[in-house]
């Protein structure tokens, strides 16, 4: 094998490329050639440096990419603003729910009912009031139960109200008796609302759009 053949080889296995001819035909032509030896062994300091020269400074631009960055991600300040106003309804909740047990309470206890109702009416008041606050305490604790407490609710105050404002018209009711129902009402709207908004969160995350509602 001559000398240029070899070095051609060499050169070629040094780039990773097919050598040509057997490798033990190179191998052993370099045991016995002190001259291809030593210039294959010049061939790979030279390739080591090239491929260890260091890299070519640049500018460092952190500082300009940090400064175009926006302030906050995308959707994010809609998304927090959504995460404050279901926490505020669930607040509201907790209020009317207790506000409604506060109510209830006292005609459990004692069935001293208002307009001088009979203890048992008076006590049934009480529970039904005491169950309508634990509703609105089950759905601030679990957003999720709003859908399948609206139309029981929702369905009691549409038939309560019109007959409310009948007997208060007619003086079968005092006003501060009918004013207590306020808080029934206050709480259907608040649960109606949690129920729209999780429906409308469902709706678009089976859409694929960013929960921002």
């Known amino acids: ?4 053949l070899c070095r051609e080889a060499l050169s070629s296995r040094l780039d990773g490329e097919p050598l040509g001819m057997p490798a033990e035909e190179l191998d052993a ?16 300091r030279v390739t080591r440096r090239a491929r260890l020269a260091p890299a070519p400074a640049v500018p460092d631009l952190t500082a300009a990419v940090l400064g175009a960055l926006p302030r906050e991600l995308p959707g994010a300040g809609a998304a927090a603003r959504a995460r404050l106003a279901d926490s505020a309804l669930r607040v509201a ?9 506060t109510l209830a309470w006292p005609l459990l206890a004692t069935g001293a009912g208002a ?7 008076a006590r049934e008041s009480g529970a039904w009031n005491l169950a309508l606050a634990a509703a609105f305490l089950a759905v601030a604790a679990g957003p999720r139960l709003a859908a399948g407490a609206l139309p029981f609710l929702g369905s009691f105050v549409a038939f309560l109200l019109p ?8 003086g079968h009711v005092h006003a501060d008796r009918a004013l207590t129902h306020l808080l029934l009402l206050a709480g259907t709207v608040l649960v109606a609302a949690v129920a729209w908004r999780g429906r409308r969160r469902a709706a678009l995350a089976v859409a694929g759009r960013p929960v921002t509602a």
């Open 1 to 4: 094998m001559s000398c240029h």
């Open 29 to 44: 032509h370099l045991a016995g050639c002190a001259g291809c030896a030593a210039w294959a062994a010049a061939a790979e």
């Open 163 to 170: 007959v409310t404002l009948a007997d208060l018209q007619a």
């Open 93 to 101: 909740l907790l209020v009317v729910g207790a506000a409604q047990a």
């Open 115 to 121: 307009m001088s109702a009979p203890v048992h009416m």
